[in-house]
């Protein structure tokens, strides 16, 4: 006989109720963006038991983007006051949009007010920076730079918690996504300012709790004047900047903003100092004298002395009137217009979740001749979505049957391009700038064959769209081409270095692969580019002669995966037949990894997504004679063949 009372199973139901509520509240709020992942990994902690140092923030009324009147500091009737400064110039600050829109949906259903306070921007910007929560133009209203003053953020964005009487609580970081400037985790494990709302809101607020902010550093804008100084703009720093900066930093690229002008640079000095200082900036991964490159964008120690002494002594102009001027790049080609532009036939649209998308894309070219190509560049058209481009042409059909096969533009697939006709013609990565080929030599593509696009899309969080470009540039002399009878141009080859039969067990900190591959014809071997996604930590590559000497040809220590480059040798490289290429890489599969992917660690295998992996080096070679050249790209195609063979063992 049962003889529990008739209340205890109306309590007990009650009870799985009320859990049952508050466990759905929780994860509403946490899928709102508002409540920490894991408050057990947040860095602020209850500082209880120490002396309250929290300073009083007094009271200013500003008016937002929508003309309300918004409360700042000051008892307040609200349960508190979150305040992020921003910038539409700062890329960091633009990615954290989407989150703080959440925020602010979120935070209201608990009576907290999240604001934007974006400074150092035109009255417009509010237009261009598309935010979902009430935002203050600075340069439009007095009281917004008090505030400033007031609170001193040092960063964009950093973000303050005041709590309803006024208390400044909390100063810092959003959450743990950015690492560093260009750095950044593939999703938060720190959710900072969330979990000090909570602390504010549940009372636990005992002391002002700092976190160092990540992003774009704020100017402190100063009216003294300056002394004369030895090193200017005019006479010095103009020309190291255009050159050093300026080819990237400038209208229509996928950089931030420009740096060619006084101004340009006056308005992110400290900024600018700070990455250059951190040799951030220029980003040049190579490792020096490994190898030899044209170009190469880091800047020496004297050049880095020059810049730093300039911004260090309050950016003095000397004579404006002979300063140089910055090169203009018409239409944004930066090898000038080209001889054939060719775009995707129409806008795709991107999910804002789910895997990396490979798209694939038949431009017919229009060529009634056959040509060479001496260069290309790509234009993407949405950075935000780009990740890098592959060019290959294809003379048989084979492409459009595919795109035909898919109701959207293009085709998409993963595993290769489904065609081995035409050939490579070389591709684009953050970092990557156009370079002619050096004089007579060239990258055939034939008369009436499409221009195979593959970009590499991955989702942002939010639904996007992207038109790419590319501007391709012909070798004027057409000597060297099928039918011409003169051997005046010769064809460039990209040959493949890799080992597919790649595992990575989940934990290793430090896993070790090789690929081998040796040269059946003689090379002159012409550019380098190595690549790996996020678990590759490091690389190198070099020559083995027949004789046994080593020939270093590129080594990167500090991996970035968002920023690649195919570097060109300052002088080309012979190798004979019987030369091995040998490419190392070494990986980081474990939870200290920042950029893993995976969380707990997990099997990674080779493939095309980012979640995968990848460790391999391409070259670009010519050969002494047309039978060499067809026997090499018979040869490394048996070596590609062979692993993916082993690739699809290995799964």
């Not at 860095?43 to 009147?69: A, K, Y």
């Not at 700042?72 to 609200?78: D, I, K, L, R, T």
């Not at 990575?504 to 550019?527: C, F, K, M, N, Q």
């Not at 270093?552 to 570097?567: E, K, M, R, T």
Request: aromatic fraction near 8%; charged fraction near 20%; hydrophobic fraction near 35%.
């Amino acid at each position: 006989m049962d003889n529990t009372p008739p209340f205890h199973s109306l309590r007990a139901a009650t009870s799985s109720l009320v859990v049952s509520l508050l466990v759905l509240l929780g994860l509403g709020a946490w899928a709102g963006g508002f409540l920490p992942l894991d408050l057990g990994q947040a860095t602020v902690s209850d500082p209880s038991g120490l002396p309250d140092d929290r300073p009083i923030i007094p009271r200013f009324d500003l008016r937002d983007s929508l003309g309300t009147v918004q409360q700042v500091g000051g008892p307040s009737a609200g349960s508190a006051t979150v305040v992020v400064f921003l910038s539409s110039t700062c890329p960091i600050s633009r990615s954290y949009l989407p989150m703080l829109g959440r925020l602010h949906r979120a935070a209201a259903l608990r009576h907290v007010r999240v604001l934007g306070i974006l400074v150092n921007s035109a009255e417009d910007s509010k237009r261009e920076f598309r935010a979902e929560f009430p935002v203050i133009t600075e340069n439009s209203q007095p009281a917004a730079g008090t505030l400033r003053g007031c609170l001193d953020p040092t960063h964009v964005p950093e973000a303050f918690v005041i709590d309803l009487d006024g208390r400044l609580c909390y100063r810092g970081r959003i959450d743990d996504h950015y690492i560093d400037v260009g750095r950044r985790r593939r999703t938060a494990t720190r959710r900072d300012l969330a979990r000090a709302i909570n602390e504010v809101l549940g009372g636990r607020s005992r002391k002002l709790i700092r976190t160092l902010p990540v992003g774009c550093l704020l100017e402190v804008p100063s009216s003294v004047a300056k002394p004369a100084a030895s090193v200017t703009w005019s006479s010095h720093a103009a020309e190291l900047v255009q050159r050093r900066c300026g080819r990237c930093h400038r209208a229509e690229t996928p950089t931030p903003f420009p740096l060619r002008t006084y101004d340009d640079v006056a308005v992110r000095s400290r900024q600018v100092l700070d990455v250059i200082t951190r040799r951030i900036m220029p980003p040049w991964k190579p490792r020096s004298e490994f190898g030899h490159f044209r170009d190469e964008l880091r800047l020496d120690d004297s050049e880095l002395s020059l810049l730093r002494k300039w911004l260090e002594s309050g950016l003095p102009r000397g004579d404006m009137s002979a300063a140089p001027v910055a090169p203009e790049y018409p239409g944004g080609w930066v090898l000038g217009e080209p001889d054939l532009v060719l775009s995707m036939p129409d806008p795709v649209t991107i999910p804002a979740e789910g895997d990396d998308i490979y798209w694939y894309f038949a431009i017919p070219s229009g060529l009634v001749d056959d040509r060479m190509i001496t260069a290309i560049d790509f234009r993407p058209g949405n950075s935000r979505v780009v990740h890098h481009a592959s060019f290959r042409h294809d003379d048989t059909g084979t492409a459009r049957l595919l795109d035909a096969t898919d109701p959207a533009p293009g085709y998409r697939r993963h595993g290769g391009w489904g065609f081995s006709s035409g050939g490579t013609l070389g591709g684009w990565a953050a970092g990557v700038q156009p370079w002619r080929l050096a004089p007579g030599l060239g990258r055939p593509i034939t008369a009436g064959s499409d221009f195979v696009l593959q970009v590499h899309y991955h989702p942002t969080g939010r639904v996007e769209q992207d038109r790419s470009r590319v501007g391709i540039y012909f070798v004027a002399d057409r000597r060297g081409l099928p039918g011409s009878g003169s051997p005046g141009i010769t064809p460039v080859v990209e040959i493949f270095v890799g080992k597919m039969s790649l595992e990575i067990p989940p934990g290793r900190a430090d896993l070790h692969h090789s690929a081998e591959y040796t040269l059946p014809v003689p090379v002159t071997l012409h550019s380098v580019l190595p690549h790996m996604h996020l678990l590759g930590r490091r690389c190198r590559s070099w020559a083995v002669l027949p004789d046994g000497r080593r020939i270093p040809l590129v080594a990167i220590d500090d991996w970035d995966f968002n920023w690649q480059g195919q570097y060109h040798l300052r002088k080309p490289l012979n190798l004979p037949a019987g030369t091995r290429i040998v490419h190392e890489a070494w990986y980081d599969n474990s939870a200290a990894n920042p950029f893993n992917p995976h969380s707990p660690p997990r099997r990674v295998t080779w493939g095309e997504g980012t979640s995968a992996e990848m460790g391999l080096l391409l070259l670009d070679v010519t050969t002494a004679s047309p039978a060499d050249r067809k026997r090499l790209i018979r040869h490394n195609w048996s070596h590609f063949v062979e692993q993916f063979g082993r690739l699809t063992e290995n799964r």
